[in-house]
């Protein structure tokens, strides 16, 4: 196949374009990156994505074209709608973020919780990304880029709503308190109560670029819509269990009570909305499957986490006094 992707350099683009070149696939990689490194199986395009509309053309026509950042504005708008009659279809990489749900978990939207798992014919929000707005970032919505992008009768376009993501090379580093917490040889890590039990649809990066390969190159995916994201779901507290499983650290997870909890400890949000999205109708229908075992992918990522540099000073003096409060020996 002839496949196209607009970014393809990051944390999770880059697996999916290692993963079709192994299947020889022809990848164009169409990206603003221009010190990544080069690799003579992908032809990359250099483009400001402002800028993209003018460079549609020259690219060819393509079998599929894979929007991997709909966050970030091509041309001031949304990247697939640009390849409508110069592509068969289109695969948009989306977010859980799209459910009611999650606007239910920040407080943005009115309701009782929604009842989890999340299929994908789940409520969607009827507002902004609370996320977005709380940051005032410039970023589009993942949702008005769905449904921008799906208006074209002629133009197919597949939907994959990925979880938490975590990995070697994760941007955003979720693991790294806790993981800075085992490197300093903490006795104990505390959780908020309401953290300690709410639930999250995570995903290790490898596994989540395979399910991505799977909805770009397997014809039962034309216009479907797809969640990721490994099973089961496990609490906080179990993903911590599992992190210090994966570093060998042998302090406690403690749960304390909200009120207790140190100030960076706490959690805000609504609790009681989960955010546990449904994954069997990827399983079912393209036989998607895990390749890499829990602490497998968790050993990868902490062992990525520690050969940074710790450059981050922690002041765990209220861990202290809630440790020494509570009975626990440093």
């Given at each position: 196949?002839?496949?196209?992707m607009?970014g393809?350099?990051?944390?999770?683009?880059?697996?999916?374009?290692?993963?079709?070149?192994?299947?020889?696939?022809e990848v164009?990689?169409?990206?603003?990156?221009?010190?990544?490194?080069?690799?003579?199986a992908?032809?990359?395009?250099h483009?400001d994505?402002?800028?993209?509309?003018?460079?549609?053309?020259?690219?060819?026509h393509?079998?599929?074209?894979?929007?991997?950042?709909?966050?970030?504005?091509?041309?001031?708008?949304?990247?697939l709608?640009?390849?409508?009659?110069r592509?068969?279809?289109?695969?948009?990489?989306?977010?859980?973020?799209v459910?009611?749900?999650?606007?239910?978990?920040?407080?943005?939207?009115p309701?009782?919780?929604d009842?989890?798992?999340?299929?994908?014919?789940?409520?969607?929000?009827?507002s902004?990304?609370?996320d977005?707005?709380?940051?005032?970032?410039r970023?589009?919505?993942?949702?008005?880029?769905?449904?921008v992008?799906v208006?074209?009768p002629?133009?197919?376009?597949s939907?994959?709503?990925?979880?938490?993501?975590?990995?070697?090379?994760?941007?955003?580093?979720?693991?790294?308190?806790?993981?800075?917490?085992?490197?300093?040889g903490?006795?104990?890590?505390?959780?908020?109560?309401?953290?300690?039990?709410w639930?999250?649809?995570r995903?290790?990066?490898?596994?989540?670029?395979?399910?991505?390969?799977l909805g770009?190159?397997?014809?039962?995916?034309v216009?479907?819509?797809?969640?990721v994201?490994?099973?089961?779901a496990?609490?906080?507290?179990?993903w911590?269990?599992?992190?210090?499983?994966?570093?060998g650290w042998?302090?406690?997870?403690?749960t304390?009570?909200?009120?207790?909890?140190?100030?960076?400890?706490?959690?805000d949000?609504d609790?009681?909305?989960?955010?546990?999205?449904?994954?069997g109708?990827?399983?079912?229908e393209?036989?998607?499957a895990?390749?890499?075992?829990?602490?497998?992918?968790?050993?990868?990522t902490?062992?990525w986490?520690?050969?940074?540099?710790?450059?981050?000073?922690?002041d765990?003096?209220?861990?202290?006094?809630?440790?020494?409060?509570?009975?626990?020996?440093?």
């Open positions: 196949m002839r496949i196209i607009l393809g350099t990051g944390f999770v683009g880059s697996r999916v374009v290692k993963l079709l070149v192994v299947g020889d696939h164009t990689i169409v990206h603003r990156r221009v010190e990544s490194r080069p690799d003579p992908v032809r990359h395009i483009v994505f402002a800028d993209l509309a003018g460079s549609v053309g020259s690219l060819g393509a079998d599929v074209v894979i929007d991997m950042v709909p966050h970030e504005p091509k041309a001031g708008g949304h990247g709608p640009l390849f409508v009659g592509a068969d279809r289109g695969v948009l990489v989306s977010s859980g973020d459910y009611r749900a999650f606007a239910r978990l920040w407080g943005t939207e309701g009782d919780p009842p989890v798992p999340l299929a994908e014919d789940a409520p969607l929000r009827s902004f990304a609370p977005i707005a709380a940051t005032g970032d970023a589009l919505d993942n949702l008005d880029a769905e449904r992008s208006q074209a002629s133009f197919p376009v939907i994959l709503r990925l979880p938490a993501v975590h990995g070697p090379r994760d941007p955003q580093h979720r693991i790294r308190p806790y993981v800075q917490r085992m490197r300093d903490r006795p104990a890590i505390f959780l908020d109560d309401r953290r300690a039990r639930r999250w649809s995903g290790y990066v490898d596994d989540v670029a395979a399910a991505i390969v770009t190159t397997d014809d039962r995916a216009g479907r819509i797809y969640n994201g490994s099973e089961p496990l609490s906080e507290a179990e911590v269990a599992a992190i210090a499983d994966a570093a042998e302090g406690q997870v403690v304390v009570r909200h009120e207790l909890a140190p100030e960076d400890a706490r959690f949000m609790a009681r909305q989960h955010m546990v999205m449904d994954s109708r990827i399983r079912s393209l036989g998607y895990e390749s890499f075992p829990l602490l497998d992918g968790l050993r990868a902490v062992e986490e520690l050969s940074l540099p710790d450059e981050r000073e922690q765990y003096r209220p861990e202290d006094l809630l440790a020494e409060r509570l009975g626990i020996p440093r």
